[in-house]
């Protein structure tokens, strides 16, 4: 059974930053795309980030353009994601999802991870 691990979130001031990882076992990491979802309160759960399985395409959402990198280590069977100049709006449960990067564009995966809060406050 795959299961995803996400790691890394917390709080964080307007404008700093923060890696969130996310660690798959029990599968096979690299045949599949990977990325991140996030749902802020009394919001739908949108995609922002997905890359390839070989890393070579990525989405970015503009929400997350210029300021979110996407990056994946097949051997460690990790996703990460940094995010920089953090802002109140980047508030939410950031998810980590696996599957065929069609699906994810989607809105959908074969795998999720339990998720991980992001708290963007002065």
């Known amino acids: 059974q795959v299961k995803l691990v996400e790691s890394g979130g917390g709080l964080a001031q307007p404008g700093a930053s923060l890696k969130l990882s996310c660690k798959t076992s029990g599968g096979t990491f690299g045949t599949a795309a990977v990325g991140w979802f996030r749902q802020a309160p009394g919001k739908e759960r949108d995609g922002i980030v997905f890359i390839s399985r070989n890393g070579g395409r990525k989405y970015v959402d503009d929400s997350a353009r210029g300021r979110f990198l996407i990056s994946r280590d097949n051997a460690e069977s990790t996703v990460h994601l940094q995010m920089n100049s953090l802002q109140p709006d980047d508030t939410a449960t950031y998810y980590c999802?696996?599957?065929?990067?069609?699906?994810?564009?989607?809105?959908?995966?074969?795998?999720w991870g339990q998720g991980i809060q992001v708290t963007v406050s002065s």
């Open positions: 999802a696996l599957g065929a990067l069609s699906q994810l564009l989607g809105g959908k995966a074969d795998v």
